[in-house]
C-alpha cells in the first residue's frame, strides 16, 4: 500500500468550476503539506505550504489539512483555462534537511474554456 | 529567472551506454536530489545529498550513482543505461531553515530530462 493516494484522474471540469482535488495518507507522523502543480513538460512548482491541520487561502487556492482523517484537499475557486495541469500533493515528517518528502501520483487537471 | 537548471531535456541513448545528467541550481542551496517521475508511480527518490561530496540513497538507487564535487552542481549517472530506466528525471534543491532563501526548506524543481534508452 501506498503511503500517499492520490487518484490521477483525469479530471475535466468547465471554466468558472470549483474544483476539488484529494489525498490521503497512512503516516500519521506527517506534518508539512505541500501541493505542487506541474505543466505540461514543466518541473513541478510549490503551489501552497501548510504545518499541521486547519486551513490555508491563496487567492483562488484553498488548502485544507485534516490530520484526524489523514486526508488533505486543494480546492481552486473559479478555475481558469491556465490551471489546466497536474497537481500533485506531497507530505514529510519534520522540517529538516533530513526529512524527506512523499509525493502522490498526481491528479491530472483539465479546465475546458 | 531559471533557478535549477537541467542541461539536457530530452535525452535518446543505447542499452548499456553511460549517461551522465547533470544540475546546477544557483540559490545556494544545501540539498540537492534526484527524482524519477513515471505514469502510475509518480515521483519517486533516487539519491540526494545535504552537502558537498556526501551522497544518500532514495527509494530507487538501483543502477544509479551520483556525484556531487561542487555546491550547485549534482550529477546523476547511469553506468550501464538499460530500457527501464526510460524515464523523466527531475532534479531538485532545497534550503535548510533559517538559510538566506529559506522557503520553510522546499524543493524547486528543475525542469527535467526526459531519457529514452533504446
Known amino acids: 500500500q501506498k503511503e500517499v493516494e492520490q487518484d490521477p484522474g483525469p479530471l475535466s471540469v468547465p471554466e468558472g468550476a470549483i474544483v476539488s482535488l484529494n489525498c490521503t495518507y497512512s503516516?500519521?507522523?506527517?506534518?508539512?503539506f505541500m501541493w505542487y502543480r506541474q505543466y505540461s513538460r514543466k518541473g513541478p512548482e510549490l503551489l501552497m505550504y501548510?504545518?499541521?491541520?486547519g486551513n490555508k487561502e491563496d487567492g483562488r487556492f484553498t488548502a485544507q489539512v485534516d490530520k484526524s482523517s489523514k486526508y488533505i484537499s486543494l480546492f481552486i475557486r473559479d478555475s481558469q483555462p491556465s490551471d489546466s495541469a497536474t497537481y500533485l500533493c506531497a507530505m514529510k515528517i519534520g522540517e529538516t534537511s533530513g526529512s524527506r518528502l512523499t509525493f502522490g501520483e498526481g491528479t491530472q487537471l483539465t479546465v475546458n474554456p | 529567472d531559471v533557478k535549477v537548471t537541467q542541461s539536457s531535456r530530452y535525452l535518446v541513448k543505447r542499452t548499456g551506454e553511460k549517461v551522465f545528467l547533470e544540475c546546477v541550481q544557483d540559490?545556494?542551496?544545501?540539498?540537492m536530489f534526484w527524482y524519477r517521475q513515471d505514469p502510475g508511480l509518480g515521483l519517486r527518490l533516487i539519491y540526494f545529498?545535504?552537502?558537498?561530496?556526501?551522497?544518500e540513497k532514495g527509494d530507487i538507487p538501483e543502477g544509479y550513482s551520483v556525484s556531487r564535487e561542487k555546491k550547485e552542481r549534482f550529477s546523476l549517472i547511469l553506468e550501464s543505461a538499460s530500457t527501464n530506466q526510460t524515464s523523466m528525471y527531475l532534479c531538485?534543491?532545497?534550503?535548510?531553515?533559517?538559510?538566506?532563501?529559506?522557503?520553510?526548506?522546499?524543493?524547486?524543481f528543475g525542469a527535467g530530462s526526459r531519457l529514452t534508452v533504446l
Open positions: 545529498s545535504y552537502d558537498v561530496k556526501m551522497k
Open positions: 501548510t504545518y499541521s491541520s
Open positions: 531538485a534543491s532545497s534550503s535548510n531553515p533559517g538559510h538566506k532563501n529559506s522557503g520553510a526548506n522546499v524543493l524547486t
Open positions: 503516516n500519521s507522523a506527517f506534518q508539512y
Open positions: 540559490m545556494d542551496h544545501e540539498n
